[in-house]
């Protein structure tokens, strides 16, 4: 989801807008503008979906946190695990 999770749900938005207000055909049992009301609440149901997922995955603004972790091997073959974490 995420960025182009938002994307399509604009697109889907869109089109849905587009089948509402502009097409006017009827068809028998089938009517354009009902489809395109769902479309339209499917597409602000994917958008706000994907903003969230895009909001948890970003992570907060400005944290400087980073953790490092390191294998070190001595000459005689000797291995020793380093884990390193800074603000």
């Given at each position: 989801?995420?960025?182009?999770?938002m994307?399509l749900?604009?697109?889907?938005?869109g089109i849905?807008?587009?089948m509402?207000w502009?097409?006017?055909?009827q068809?028998h049992g089938?009517?354009m503008?009902?489809?395109?009301?769902?479309?339209m609440?499917?597409?602000v149901?994917g958008f706000?979906?994907?903003?969230?997922?895009f909001g948890?995955?970003?992570?907060?603004v400005g944290?400087?946190r980073?953790?490092?972790?390191?294998?070190?091997?001595?000459g005689s073959?000797?291995t020793?695990?380093?884990?390193?974490?800074?603000?």
């Amino acid at each position: 989801m995420g960025l182009p999770g938002m994307v399509l749900s604009a697109l889907v938005t869109g089109i849905g807008a587009i089948m509402y207000w502009a097409i006017t055909y009827q068809g028998h049992g089938f009517r354009m503008s009902t489809v395109g009301v769902i479309l339209m609440v499917l597409g602000v149901f994917g958008f706000v979906a994907s903003s969230i997922v895009f909001g948890v995955s970003r992570g907060s603004v400005g944290s400087s946190r980073h953790s490092l972790d390191r294998v070190v091997t001595d000459g005689s073959g000797n291995t020793s695990s380093v884990h390193e974490q800074t603000k």
